[in-house]
C-alpha cells in the first residue's frame, strides 16, 4: 500500500469547475461507507479537504486501485460531468511533497498565505473524530504538519503575504477612498467569514453586518462585537450594503442577479462592491453583468496577490528544498518502521511454533545460531510470512537480538 491523491485546485481549473467538487463532513461519511464495501483490505483510509483554491483527496491503498478510487468518488457523489483532465494524481513521495506544500501555503493563489495550515489541520481533525482516517495515513499527515511547519519557521515564505481575509480588505480599500465610510454586509459567520471581520475592524472598519444561517454572537476584540442577523433577512440587509462579503458554505448561490437588481433600485442605484470568497461560489455570476455592480470571485484576487512577490517566491524555493528532503527523510523512516514491524510480526508468528522444551532448551543455550541458520534457508510456502524475504535481508545479530527478546518473554 502507498500513499495516494487526486484533486483539483486554482491552477488546473477556474472556480465554476471547483465549486463542482467539493468534499465536506457529511459526503466523506458516505464515501467512507461505499468505498469499504468496494475495497475491503485494499484501501485503509483516506480524508478529503475543500478550501477556496482545490479540492483534494488523500488515502493509503494499493497503487493497482488508483483509477477505480477516483471513479468511485466521482460516482457517489455525482459528479461525473467534471473534465478529468483538470485533475492531477500523486503518489509516495509525490504526493506527500505536494500534501507539505498545500499545508505549507507554497501551493496557494495567495504565496505563502498561513490560512491553509490551519485548514488542513481541521480537515484531518474532523476526520480523525468521524473515524475515518487512521495508520499509516494519519502517521504521515501529521508528518505533513510538522514538516509544513519547520518550512514556515525556517523561512520567510510569509514575508508580508496577505490572507485571504488581508486580500478582501486590499480589494476595498483599492476601490473606496475612505472605507471606513461605507456599510459593510458579511454573508456566513464561519472562520474566513470571522478572519474578515477582524481584518476590517483592525484597520478602522466598523460599520459592518453580519448575516448567517443562524444567529450568532461575534467578538471582534475585547470591547466589541456583533451579532448576526438570520438568512431569512440577507435582501432587506443587501439595500443598505455599499460592500457585500460572502464566504458561506452553500451549495447554490445565496444572491441571485434578481435580488441584486431589487437592492439597487431602493439604493436609487447607488454601485456595490461584491466580493465572494465562497466556493461553491454565493453570488450567481450573472450579477457581474450589472453596471453599478462590481463583483469579484476568489479567482479575481489572484490579481491583487503580487505584492512581495519576488521575495516570497525567493523563499518558497528555499521551504521547498526543506520539504523535499524531510518528506523523502519521513517515507524513509515510516517505510524502515513499517518493515521492522511486518518482520516482527512474521517471526513471531513463526517462534509461536517452537515447542515448550525447544523455548526451554534455547533459554538455557541462548544459542540461536541454528535458529537463525534455519530461518535464513528454509522454503516456506505461506504467503504470510513472504517466505522471510525481508528477514534474509538482515545481519545475523539484528534477528538474533529479536529471537531472543521472543524466547526470554516466551
Not at 44 to 52: A, D, L, M, R, V
Not at 320 to 325: G, T, W
Not at 364 to 385: A, H, R
Amino acid at each position: 500500500m502507498e500513499l495516494q491523491l487526486f484533486g483539483i485546485n486554482h491552477k488546473t481549473s477556474d472556480v465554476s469547475e471547483r465549486e463542482k467538487f467539493i468534499i465536506n463532513e457529511s459526503n466523506q461519511i458516505l464515501l467512507d461507507n461505499h468505498l469499504k464495501n468496494i475495497f475491503n483490505d485494499k484501501l485503509e483510509s483516506f480524508f478529503g479537504i475543500s478550501t477556496c483554491n482545490r479540492t483534494e483527496f488523500y488515502y493509503f491503498g494499493e497503487l493497482s486501485i488508483s483509477s477505480n478510487i477516483f471513479d468511485e468518488v466521482m460516482n457517489i457523489l455525482g459528479k461525473d460531468d467534471i473534465n478529468k483532465d483538470n485533475f492531477y494524481f500523486l503518489d509516495r513521495h509525490d504526493a506527500l511533497v505536494h500534501m507539505c506544500k498545500v499545508a505549507s501555503g507554497i501551493d496557494s493563489q495567495v504565496l505563502g498565505e498561513q490560512e491553509i495550515l490551519g485548514q488542513f489541520k481541521k480537515a484531518l481533525k474532523i476526520a480523525q473524530e468521524l473515524k475515518i482516517v487512521n495508520g499509516k495515513l494519519l502517521t504521515l499527515s501529521n508528518k505533513v504538519l510538522e514538516i509544513s511547519k519547520k518550512a514556515r519557521t525556517k523561512t520567510d515564505i510569509g514575508l508580508n503575504s496577505l490572507s485571504v481575509s488581508g486580500l478582501a480588505y486590499k480589494l476595498v480599500k483599492n476601490i473606496f477612498e475612505e472605507p471606513k465610510d461605507q456599510n459593510i454586509l458579511i454573508v456566513g459567520a464561519g472562520s474566513l467569514a470571522h478572519s474578515v471581520m477582524e481584518n476590517l475592524f483592525k484597520n478602522g472598519i466598523n460599520k459592518i453586518k453580519s448575516v448567517n444561517r443562524s444567529v450568532k454572537k461575534i467578538k471582534l476584540d475585547n470591547d466589541y462585537e456583533l451579532i448576526s442577523s438570520s438568512l431569512e433577512s440577507l435582501h432587506d440587509e443587501l439595500e443598505f450594503a455599499d460592500i457585500v462579503i460572502a464566504s458561506s458554505a452553500t451549495e447554490l448561490p445565496l444572491i441571485g442577479k434578481g435580488a441584486v437588481e431589487n437592492a439597487l433600485k431602493k439604493r436609487k442605484y447607488k454601485p456595490m462592491l461584491l466580493i465572494d470568497l465562497g466556493v461553491p461560489r454565493n453570488i450567481e455570476d450573472e450579477t457581474r453583468k450589472i453596471e453599478q455592480v462590481y463583483l469579484f470571485s476568489i479567482d479575481d484576487i489572484e490579481k491583487i496577490t503580487q505584492e512581495n512577490y519576488g521575495q516570497r517566491s525567493i523563499e518558497a524555493e528555499k521551504a521547498m528544498n526543506i520539504i523535499a528532503l524531510e518528506a523523502r527523510n519521513a517515507l524513509d523512516s515510516f517505510s524502515l518502521k513499517h518493515t521492522k514491524d511486518r518482520i516482527s510480526i512474521q517471526l513471531e508468528e513463526f517462534l509461536k511454533g517452537l515447542s515448550p522444551q525447544e523455548i526451554i532448551q534455547f533459554k538455557d543455550s541462548k544459542d540461536f545460531s541454528g535458529l537463525i541458520s534455519s530461518i535464513k534457508t528454509i522454503n516456506i510456502q505461506n504467503p504470510k510470512y513472504n517466505n522471510f524475504e525481508d528477514i534474509k535481508k538482515l545481519d545475523d545479530h539484528i534477528v538474533e537480538s529479536m529471537i531472543k527478546r521472543f524466547i526470554e518473554n516466551a
